[in-house]
Protein backbone atom coordinates (compact mmCIF):
# COMPACT_ATOMS: atom_id res chain seq x y z
CA UNK A 1 0.00 0.00 0.00
CA UNK A 2 1.23 3.12 -0.74
CA UNK A 3 0.10 7.23 -0.43
CA UNK A 4 0.70 8.57 -3.94
CA UNK A 5 0.07 12.62 -4.28
CA UNK A 6 -0.18 14.03 -7.94
CA UNK A 7 0.04 17.82 -8.47
CA UNK A 8 -2.51 18.65 -5.75
CA UNK A 9 -3.71 22.10 -5.20
CA UNK A 10 -6.55 22.83 -2.92
CA UNK A 11 -7.72 25.98 -2.29
CA UNK A 12 -10.20 27.24 -0.06
CA UNK A 13 -13.27 29.48 -0.40
CA UNK A 14 -12.69 29.72 -4.36
CA UNK A 15 -13.71 32.96 -6.43
CA UNK A 16 -14.61 34.54 -3.15
CA UNK A 17 -12.21 37.41 -1.92
CA UNK A 18 -11.21 34.72 1.15
CA UNK A 19 -9.64 33.06 -1.47
CA UNK A 20 -6.91 30.85 -0.07
CA UNK A 21 -4.13 28.57 -1.70
CA UNK A 22 -3.52 26.28 0.56
CA UNK A 23 -1.69 23.42 -1.37
CA UNK A 24 0.01 24.22 -4.55
CA UNK A 25 0.96 21.42 -6.75
CA UNK A 26 2.05 19.32 -4.18
CA UNK A 27 3.85 15.81 -5.18
CA UNK A 28 5.13 13.27 -3.32
CA UNK A 29 4.94 9.19 -2.34
CA UNK A 30 4.52 7.67 1.07
CA UNK A 31 5.46 3.91 0.63
CA UNK A 32 4.23 0.94 2.80
CA UNK A 33 5.53 1.06 6.23
CA UNK A 34 7.55 4.12 6.17
CA UNK A 35 7.75 6.69 9.05
CA UNK A 36 7.38 9.81 7.25
CA UNK A 37 7.24 13.42 9.44
CA UNK A 38 5.77 16.13 7.56
CA UNK A 39 7.32 19.07 8.82
CA UNK A 40 6.82 22.93 8.40
CA UNK A 41 5.36 26.24 10.22
CA UNK A 42 1.79 27.05 11.16
CA UNK A 43 -0.26 27.80 7.79
CA UNK A 44 2.15 25.46 5.69
CA UNK A 45 -0.57 23.24 4.16
CA UNK A 46 0.50 20.55 6.50
CA UNK A 47 -3.25 19.98 7.87
CA UNK A 48 -4.94 20.44 4.86
CA UNK A 49 -3.00 17.88 3.29
CA UNK A 50 -3.42 15.45 5.28
CA UNK A 51 -7.17 15.54 5.12
CA UNK A 52 -6.62 14.37 1.82
CA UNK A 53 -5.23 11.15 2.43
CA UNK A 54 -8.46 9.58 3.39
CA UNK A 55 -10.71 11.89 1.32
CA UNK A 56 -11.90 14.09 3.96
CA UNK A 57 -11.05 17.27 1.88
CA UNK A 58 -11.39 17.02 -1.88
CA UNK A 59 -9.11 18.08 -4.31
CA UNK A 60 -9.58 21.46 -6.03
CA UNK A 61 -7.41 19.59 -8.94
CA UNK A 62 -4.72 16.85 -9.08
CA UNK A 63 -4.94 13.33 -7.82
CA UNK A 64 -4.41 10.56 -4.91
CA UNK A 65 -3.41 7.64 -5.21
CA UNK A 66 -4.60 5.38 -2.80
CA UNK A 67 -3.43 1.24 -2.56
CA UNK A 68 -3.57 1.87 -5.94
CA UNK A 69 -6.96 3.62 -5.91
CA UNK A 70 -7.70 6.84 -7.04
CA UNK A 71 -9.59 8.32 -4.36
CA UNK A 72 -9.97 11.47 -5.92
CA UNK A 73 -12.41 9.86 -8.14
CA UNK A 74 -15.76 10.71 -7.45
CA UNK A 75 -17.07 6.88 -7.93
CA UNK A 76 -14.49 5.51 -5.04
CA UNK A 77 -16.33 4.49 -1.95
CA UNK A 78 -14.44 6.20 0.80
CA UNK A 79 -15.55 4.23 3.52
CA UNK A 80 -12.88 1.95 2.36
CA UNK A 81 -10.30 4.54 2.18
CA UNK A 82 -10.90 5.33 5.59
CA UNK A 83 -10.39 1.54 7.13
CA UNK A 84 -7.55 1.80 5.69
CA UNK A 85 -6.21 5.31 6.50
CA UNK A 86 -6.02 6.49 9.98
CA UNK A 87 -6.37 10.22 11.54
CA UNK A 88 -6.14 11.11 14.31
CA UNK A 89 -6.82 15.03 14.62
CA UNK A 90 -5.00 17.96 16.87
CA UNK A 91 -5.84 17.52 20.75
CA UNK A 92 -8.10 14.30 19.43
CA UNK A 93 -9.06 14.17 23.10
CA UNK A 94 -11.87 16.65 23.00
CA UNK A 95 -13.70 13.96 20.83
CA UNK A 96 -13.71 11.79 23.72
CA UNK A 97 -17.24 11.80 24.78
CA UNK A 98 -18.53 7.95 26.27
CA UNK A 99 -18.79 6.98 30.09
CA UNK A 100 -16.24 4.38 29.62
CA UNK A 101 -12.74 4.20 27.93
CA UNK A 102 -13.98 0.53 26.09
CA UNK A 103 -17.11 2.24 25.16
CA UNK A 104 -15.04 5.25 23.78
CA UNK A 105 -12.77 2.89 21.79
CA UNK A 106 -15.75 0.80 20.53
CA UNK A 107 -17.44 3.99 19.06
CA UNK A 108 -15.96 3.35 15.33
CA UNK A 109 -15.92 -0.93 14.89
CA UNK A 110 -19.47 -0.57 16.21
CA UNK A 111 -20.29 2.14 13.56
CA UNK A 112 -19.26 -0.44 10.87
CA UNK A 113 -21.55 -2.70 12.49
CA UNK A 114 -19.23 -5.51 13.75
CA UNK A 115 -20.49 -8.34 16.05
CA UNK A 116 -20.02 -7.86 19.80
CA UNK A 117 -17.33 -10.53 19.96
CA UNK A 118 -15.18 -8.09 17.20
CA UNK A 119 -15.52 -5.23 18.60
CA UNK A 120 -14.32 -6.44 21.95
CA UNK A 121 -11.17 -8.26 20.30
CA UNK A 122 -10.54 -4.61 18.77
CA UNK A 123 -10.54 -2.64 21.47
CA UNK A 124 -8.24 -4.97 23.65
CA UNK A 125 -5.96 -4.95 21.06
CA UNK A 126 -5.72 -1.41 20.79
CA UNK A 127 -5.34 -1.05 23.98
CA UNK A 128 -2.72 -3.28 24.01
CA UNK A 129 -0.84 -1.75 21.31
CA UNK A 130 -1.06 2.19 23.54
CA UNK A 131 -0.01 0.44 26.18
CA UNK A 132 -3.18 0.59 28.29
CA UNK A 133 -3.93 -2.53 30.32
CA UNK A 134 -7.30 -3.73 29.46
CA UNK A 135 -8.69 -4.57 32.89
CA UNK A 136 -6.90 -1.80 34.80
CA UNK A 137 -8.48 1.09 32.04
CA UNK A 138 -11.70 -0.18 30.33
CA UNK A 139 -14.13 0.59 32.99
CA UNK A 140 -12.78 4.40 33.93
CA UNK A 141 -13.82 7.14 32.67
CA UNK A 142 -11.65 8.77 29.66
CA UNK A 143 -11.82 12.20 31.73
CA UNK A 144 -10.14 10.86 34.79
CA UNK A 145 -6.73 9.92 32.75
CA UNK A 146 -3.84 12.21 32.36
CA UNK A 147 -3.83 14.41 29.42
CA UNK A 148 -1.17 11.83 27.94
CA UNK A 149 -3.11 9.06 28.56
CA UNK A 150 -6.43 10.39 26.92
CA UNK A 151 -4.87 10.64 23.78
CA UNK A 152 -3.86 7.41 24.04
CA UNK A 153 -7.45 6.55 24.36
CA UNK A 154 -8.12 8.75 21.39
CA UNK A 155 -5.36 7.20 19.28
CA UNK A 156 -6.46 3.76 20.19
CA UNK A 157 -10.10 4.83 18.84
CA UNK A 158 -8.58 5.16 15.33
CA UNK A 159 -6.85 2.09 15.91
CA UNK A 160 -9.41 -0.38 16.44
CA UNK A 161 -10.67 0.71 12.71
CA UNK A 162 -7.36 -1.20 11.69
CA UNK A 163 -6.29 0.94 9.75
CA UNK A 164 -2.79 0.17 8.09
CA UNK A 165 -1.68 3.58 7.88
CA UNK A 166 -1.75 5.91 10.78
CA UNK A 167 -1.54 9.63 10.28
CA UNK A 168 -1.04 11.96 13.46
CA UNK A 169 -1.56 15.80 13.63
CA UNK A 170 0.98 17.60 15.96
CA UNK A 171 0.24 14.59 18.52
CA UNK A 172 2.78 15.90 21.16
CA UNK A 173 1.20 19.50 21.38
CA UNK A 174 0.10 20.50 24.85
CA UNK A 175 1.83 18.00 26.71
CA UNK A 176 4.86 18.17 29.20
CA UNK A 177 8.13 16.74 28.36
CA UNK A 178 7.42 13.40 29.82
CA UNK A 179 4.11 13.05 27.83
CA UNK A 180 5.87 13.80 24.47
CA UNK A 181 8.62 11.44 25.07
CA UNK A 182 6.04 8.68 26.01
CA UNK A 183 3.65 9.53 22.72
CA UNK A 184 6.66 9.26 20.54
CA UNK A 185 7.76 6.16 22.11
CA UNK A 186 4.66 4.62 21.77
CA UNK A 187 3.69 6.17 18.30
CA UNK A 188 7.85 4.44 17.46
CA UNK A 189 6.33 1.11 18.83
CA UNK A 190 3.30 1.02 16.53
CA UNK A 191 5.97 1.62 13.60
CA UNK A 192 8.29 -1.04 14.67
CA UNK A 193 6.17 -3.74 16.43
CA UNK A 194 2.70 -3.42 14.48
CA UNK A 195 4.28 -2.32 11.17
CA UNK A 196 2.04 0.47 10.80
CA UNK A 197 2.91 3.10 8.16
CA UNK A 198 2.97 6.34 10.08
CA UNK A 199 2.49 9.80 9.10
CA UNK A 200 3.66 12.55 11.63
CA UNK A 201 2.79 16.23 11.33
CA UNK A 202 4.92 18.37 13.83
CA UNK A 203 6.46 21.76 14.01
CA UNK A 204 8.95 19.74 16.44
CA UNK A 205 12.59 19.50 14.94
CA UNK A 206 13.76 17.51 17.83
CA UNK A 207 10.45 15.41 17.26
CA UNK A 208 11.14 14.94 14.02
CA UNK A 209 14.96 14.06 14.33
CA UNK A 210 14.22 11.19 17.27
CA UNK A 211 12.25 9.28 15.31
CA UNK A 212 11.02 9.76 11.47
CA UNK A 213 13.12 7.59 8.69
CA UNK A 214 11.52 10.73 6.27
CA UNK A 215 11.26 13.80 6.33
CA UNK A 216 8.61 15.95 4.06
CA UNK A 217 9.43 19.91 4.70
CA UNK A 218 6.35 21.98 3.71
CA UNK A 219 6.51 26.09 2.86
CA UNK A 220 3.57 27.95 1.63
CA UNK A 221 1.33 25.03 0.18
CA UNK A 222 4.22 23.43 -1.51
CA UNK A 223 7.07 21.05 -1.00
CA UNK A 224 10.23 22.81 0.00
CA UNK A 225 12.57 19.64 0.78
CA UNK A 226 12.57 15.87 1.43
CA UNK A 227 14.39 13.24 2.11
CA UNK A 228 16.09 11.34 4.94
CA UNK A 229 16.86 13.39 8.26
CA UNK A 230 20.30 13.74 7.51
CA UNK A 231 19.94 14.94 3.93
CA UNK A 232 17.04 17.87 4.82
CA UNK A 233 19.30 19.02 8.09
CA UNK A 234 21.78 19.39 5.79
CA UNK A 235 19.63 22.35 4.25
CA UNK A 236 20.62 24.55 7.12
CA UNK A 237 19.90 27.92 5.32
CA UNK A 238 17.06 26.58 3.56
CA UNK A 239 15.22 25.43 6.69
CA UNK A 240 16.51 28.73 8.66
CA UNK A 241 14.76 31.08 5.13
CA UNK A 242 11.34 29.39 5.82
CA UNK A 243 12.08 29.90 9.48
CA UNK A 244 12.39 26.14 11.10
CA UNK A 245 16.19 25.47 11.07
CA UNK A 246 17.73 22.76 12.73
CA UNK A 247 17.42 20.54 16.00
CA UNK A 248 19.07 22.63 18.86
CA UNK A 249 21.93 20.05 19.70
CA UNK A 250 23.21 20.07 15.99
CA UNK A 251 24.09 24.05 16.04
CA UNK A 252 25.57 23.09 19.43
CA UNK A 253 27.73 20.29 17.29
CA UNK A 254 28.67 22.40 14.34
CA UNK A 255 29.59 25.24 16.37
CA UNK A 256 32.38 22.45 18.45
CA UNK A 257 33.28 21.51 14.59
CA UNK A 258 34.00 25.12 14.42
CA UNK A 259 35.91 25.16 16.97
CA UNK A 260 38.02 22.14 15.77
CA UNK A 261 36.43 18.89 17.64
CA UNK A 262 36.62 15.94 15.50
CA UNK A 263 33.02 15.21 15.57
CA UNK A 264 30.52 14.05 13.01
CA UNK A 265 27.95 16.94 11.01
CA UNK A 266 25.48 13.92 11.36
CA UNK A 267 24.18 14.89 14.70
CA UNK A 268 20.75 15.45 15.61
CA UNK A 269 19.68 14.12 18.85
CA UNK A 270 20.54 14.51 21.99
CA UNK A 271 21.71 10.45 22.06
CA UNK A 272 23.79 10.84 18.74
CA UNK A 273 25.45 13.92 20.66
CA UNK A 274 26.28 11.49 23.76
CA UNK A 275 27.90 9.23 21.88
CA UNK A 276 30.13 11.38 19.79
CA UNK A 277 30.84 13.27 22.38
CA UNK A 278 31.90 10.27 24.23
CA UNK A 279 33.95 8.98 21.64
CA UNK A 280 35.78 11.88 21.73
CA UNK A 281 36.54 11.95 25.47
CA UNK A 282 37.57 8.04 24.82
CA UNK A 283 39.92 9.27 22.32
CA UNK A 284 41.53 11.71 23.94
P1 LIG B 1 -0.88 23.88 8.85
O1 LIG B 1 -1.55 22.59 9.19
O2 LIG B 1 0.49 23.69 8.27
O3 LIG B 1 -0.88 24.85 10.00
P2 LIG B 1 -3.25 24.44 7.26
O4 LIG B 1 -3.40 23.34 6.28
O5 LIG B 1 -4.12 24.43 8.47
O6 LIG B 1 -1.72 24.59 7.66
O7 LIG B 1 -3.52 25.82 6.52
C1 LIG B 1 -2.98 26.17 5.23
C2 LIG B 1 -3.58 27.50 4.82
O8 LIG B 1 -4.97 27.35 4.55
C3 LIG B 1 -3.46 28.60 5.88
O9 LIG B 1 -3.23 29.83 5.22
C4 LIG B 1 -4.81 28.60 6.54
O10 LIG B 1 -5.14 29.88 7.04
C5 LIG B 1 -5.73 28.21 5.39
N1 LIG B 1 -6.92 27.46 5.86
C6 LIG B 1 -6.90 26.31 6.58
N2 LIG B 1 -8.16 25.87 6.80
C7 LIG B 1 -8.98 26.74 6.21
C8 LIG B 1 -10.40 26.83 6.08
N3 LIG B 1 -11.21 25.91 6.61
N4 LIG B 1 -10.89 27.89 5.40
C9 LIG B 1 -10.08 28.81 4.86
N5 LIG B 1 -8.74 28.79 4.92
C10 LIG B 1 -8.19 27.77 5.59
Redesign the pocket.
Known amino acids: MSIKVENLKHV??PKTP?E?I?LDNVNMEIQDGEFVALI?H????????IQHFNGLLEATSGKIIVDGTEITDKKVNLTDVRKKVGLVFQYPEYQLFEETIAEDIAFGPKNLGLDTEEIKKRVIRSMEMVGLDYETYKDKSPFDLSGGQKRRVAIAGVIAMKPTTLILDEPTAGLDPKGRDDILDQISKLHKEYNMTIILVSHSMEDVAKIAERIVV?NH?KVALQGAPAEVFKEVDTLERIGLGVPQVTYLIRELRKKGLPISDNVFTIEEAKKELRKILKDN
Open positions: YMFKAGTGSGKSTLMG
